[in-house]
């Protein structure tokens, strides 16, 4: 598929009754009544990225536990050492742990069989770098924003990505998730945001990019996201491809500071 131009869209949605319930096939429904910002780029993404995080608000408070007055979270997956990362697994709460510099406040899970991180150039399992050690094609196909690891769901395209206060068990709520993608080829890719009823705030695509970048973030006007449901393309990691697979992987995650949930 040919590389689409480099582009990057800023959209401010504001809450009306017609933007309710369930997301749109556009790439930007949903918001559950809630007013929203949708950031989003395909191949050149390092502007839409510095803008998510303006969005998100400052500091990055890095993996320092417990409830900080704003600001954001990121996780670029490259600090995972190799004992947890491909061939092997990655614990679902890895970056939930209750110390520095773990405690992140958000804990992964998938129908499939685990998520993984890619492994790094000097790996003791001589695994290849970005998945290749499941397909050769994707060492090539899988570019990086922030090198050198990737994230992935193993035996799924599903990833549910549900958020704590750092370092602790009590569920938690953020304004917004956004993250990088690599080797988005169809329209198969998207984010589904609910809130902590487990009501959907809407489903948004993810801008094609054929071996290179993509980027979607939202941000809404009050912390109610408490689960992000990430779908990779069309089809799992596997060994086999043809023209109707699209498989992606990603890169950085992007998210706003973790909140208690507001108590009615």
Known sequence: MQLRRSARILVTILAAASFGGCGSDDGGGGGGGV?????SANSD?????????????????????GIHVGGR?????DAVGDDNSSPHFLPGDFFNAAVAPRARGAEFSTPGVGVQVSADSDNPDDAAVRFGNINATYTNAFQTFSAER???PIGSNLVDVTFFIPGTASPAVTTGFGAVYTDVD????????FDADGDSLGQFDVPEANNALSFLGVVFDEPVVARVRIKYGNTPLGPDESEEVDVAVMDDFLYGEPRLIPVD
Do not use: K
């Open 35 to 39: 007013g929203h910002t949708v950031v």
């Open 73 to 77: 979270r990121e996780i670029n997956w």
């Open 186 to 193: 169809g329209g198969g890719s998207s984010f589904e945001y």
């Open 150 to 152: 990737l994230f992935s």
């Open 45 to 65: 993404v390092a502007g839409a990225v510095t803008e998510y995080r303006a969005l998100l608000g400052e500091p990055n408070n890095g993996g320092a536990p």
